[in-house]
T-cell receptor
Framework: NAGVTQTPKFQVLKTGQSMTLQCAQDMNHNSMYWYRQDPGMGLRLIYYSASEGTTDKGEVPNGYNVSRLNKREFSLRLESAAPSQTSVYFC?????????FGPGTRLTVT | LAKTTQPISMDSYEGQEVNITCSHNNIATNDYITWYQQFPSQGPRFIIQGYKTKVTNEVASLFIPADRKSSTLSLPRVSLSDTAVYYCLVGALLSGGYNKLIFGAGTRLAVHP
């Protein structure tokens, strides 16, 4: 039981490049989330998926797109990376009060 | 979602009890209170959740007064490994297990030898 897994762990992009962050959970949770965390700050919600087949914007969705591929997987895409998207990205899932977080992806955009 | 306010930082010593208070004046009837812990370079980890009165688990206690406008996380006999950021969150559990949470900056707890 791996919980929530994220790939890659680290990534460096040049401005304008695109990439997809992958997230998978093996707990059969309905809801999944993507957050970003900037240095010294709390987490900010980018997008969420309350259930398979649905996605909604969170607090900071601009510059991102998401896909809920199936119940297990929820991916986050940066179409044209910008330096302001340098951050640590966390995926989470839940089926009740508790959200389970992945280990994070550290993304640097130069 | 109700906004929460908590101290930016706290210091303590090993073996002491630590109480972190969070205010959430605009909490709604359906909202519950939850606390998360985050170590450097890791995702947040759920500690405890409650609606009113007192909740206790193997890690912490959560005290919520009758008006629910504040809550206090109590960590008994802290150790160096409790040094982390602690987040107080208020949210509602919606159908299907979806809960939308807004993280603030949290409280940085430093435990000293």
């Amino acid at each position: 039981n791996a919980g929530v897994t994220q790939t890659p762990k680290f990534q460096v992009l040049k401005t304008g490049q695109s990439m997809t962050l992958q997230c998978a959970q093996d707990m059969n949770h309905n809801s999944m989330y993507w957050y970003r965390q900037d240095p010294g700050m709390g987490l900010r919600l980018i997008y969420y998926s309350a259930s398979e087949g649905t996605t909604d914007k969170g607090e900071v969705p601009n510059g991102y797109n998401v896909s809920r591929l199936n119940k297990r997987e929820f991916s986050l895409r940066l179409e044209s990376a910008a330096p302001s998207q340098t951050s640590v990205y966390f995926c989470a899932s839940s089926d009740s009060y508790e959200q389970y977080f992945g280990p994070g992806t550290r993304l640097t955009v130069t | 979602l109700a906004k929460t306010t908590q101290p930016i930082s706290m210091d303590s010593y090993e073996g002491q009890e630590v109480n972190i208070t969070c205010s959430h004046n605009n909490i709604a009837t359906n909202d519950y209170i939850t606390w998360y812990q985050q170590f450097p370079s890791q995702g947040p980890r759920f500690i405890i959740q409650g609606y009113k009165t007192k909740v206790t688990n193997e890690v912490a206690s959560l005290f919520i007064p009758a008006d629910r406008k504040s809550s206090t996380l109590s960590l008994p006999r802290v150790s160096l490994s409790d040094t982390a950021v602690y987040y107080c969150l208020v949210g509602a559990l919606l159908s299907g297990g979806y809960n939308k949470l807004i993280f603030g900056a949290g409280t940085r707890l430093a435990v000293h030898p």
